[in-house]
Each structure stands twice: as C-alpha cells, then as structure tokens.
T-cell receptor, first 114, second 111 residues
Framework: SAVISQKPSRDICQRGTSLTIQCQVD?????MFWYRQQPGQSLTLIAT?????????ESGFVIDKFPISRPNLTFSTLTVSNMSPEDSSIYLC???????????FGQGTRLTVV | QKEVEQDPGPLSVPEGAIVSLNCTYS??????FMWYRQYSRKGPELLMY????GNKEDGRFTAQVDKSSKYISLFIRDSQPSDSATYLC???FGAGNMLTFGGGTRLMVKP
C-alpha cells in the first residue's frame, strides 16, 4: 500500500480566507485525486491532479475556487479559496499507484469555515 | 440514476452476526470493484478488491461480484464492534482511471 501524509488534519478558518492542504506520498504515483466528503455523505471527486499540467476538474468544481498544484510525482496541494461555511467538509487526497488499480487515501483534512 | 448505489443504513447487528452489505451498479464497463471501510474522522481504507465475477475471501471478509445482475456484496462473518464503520463500494474502469463510489452504508455492531 501507499503511505499518504495529509496536512493539516483539521482547521477552523474564517470566511473569505483560503486554506492550502498538502498531500505527500511515500512513492511516485501517476495519478493523484482530490475528493470532498460532506458530513454523512459519500466522496465527491473534485479533480485529478496531473503532474506537469493543469488539473482536470469535475463538473461543479472550478480552478479559481480549488486551485491545485502537482509539482512532482509524490506531492500535491489543494487550495480552498475565498471560503464560505458551505465549504465546511472533509477533503481527501487519494492516489493510484502507477499501473495499479487500487486507490489509497490520506486521513483527510476536516475543514470548518466560520 | 447514480452509477453505484448503496443503502445508507444504518444497519445494526449484534456481535457475532453475519453481515451482508450490498451495492448495485449501472455501468457495465466497470472491471474492478472495491470495498472501503471508513471509521469516523478517518480516511477510507481499502478492504478488498475483485476483478471478475465470483467470490474473494480474506479472513472474515468475503467480496462477491455478480456481473450478470450488476450486484456486488461484502459479507462479514463473526462481526465485531470494531467493524462498526461506514462501508463504501466503488466501481473502477481499470488502471489509470478514477473510482466511482456508492453513498456508503453505516454499520453498527452492538456488543
């Protein structure tokens, strides 16, 4: 399995501010994903973080709101910009190992916007 | 219609019971199926994955896939209170593709 370190594990932020979440993997991976999980809900894919190119966003998510960086094969960041209480959620980083079919998840970042 | 459907539960069983968790899916292009367990305030943890129709067993857990009816199941034998969690099923098109998750079923095993 892949070891994924996600930081911060939780934060409470003021509305209108931004938070950057980091995801570090212990091995090189081709595909990294960012998910959102609202309370009591399943996982919603925000975007696929592509190394060396712009992230691919799912319907309903835009780069201005959720900018993503992927500078190398082991690291990615997700920024939640201009936050509102509706952004309160758990944000999860996930990876697929190169050539693999199993997805592994970080522990998540629990974000509360007040 | 969602591509992967799960009954949200909660499903409450006594300790030692056999638990059956089920999903249906609509996309016949899914090649792999996964089960994840998610404890409260934690990220999902991969439990099992299967490729083809049939059964796969790992300890107290058995994953079953019936592609003809687009139905997948996870059985837990001798359930324990530590099995109390949300169980997510997911379909996968194959290497390099993202997963499509069901909504999750919350399981509570009472001592």
């Amino acid at each position: 399995s892949a070891v994924i370190s996600q930081k911060p594990s939780r934060d409470i932020c003021q509305r209108g501010t931004s938070l950057t979440i980091q995801c570090q993997v212990d091995s090189q991976v081709t595909m990294m994903f960012w998910y959102r999980q609202q309370p009591g809900q399943s996982l919603t894919l925000i975007a696929t973080a592509n190394q060396g190119s712009e992230a691919t966003y799912e319907s309903g998510f835009v780069i201005d709101k959720f900018p993503i960086s992927r500078p190398n094969l082991t690291f990615s960041t997700l920024t939640v910009s201009n936050m509102s209480p509706e952004d309160s959620s758990i944000y999860l980083c996930s990876v697929l190992r190169t050539g693999g079919t199993e997805a592994f998840f970080g522990q998540g970042t629990r974000l509360t916007v007040v | 219609q969602k591509e992967v459907e799960q009954d949200p539960g909660p499903l409450s069983v006594p300790e030692g019971a056999i638990v059956s968790l089920n999903c249906t899916y609509s996309n016949s292009a899914f090649q792999y199926f996964m089960w994840y367990r998610q404890y409260s305030r934690k990220g999902p943890e991969l439990l099992m994955y299967t490729y083809s129709s049939g059964n796969k067993e790992d300890g107290r857990f058995t994953a079953q896939v019936d592609k003809s009816s687009k139905y997948i199941s996870l059985f837990i034998r001798d359930s324990q209170p530590s099995d109390s969690a949300t169980y997510l099923c997911a379909g996968h098109f194959g290497a390099g593709n993202m997963l499509t998750f069901g909504g999750g079923t919350r399981l509570m095993v009472k001592p």
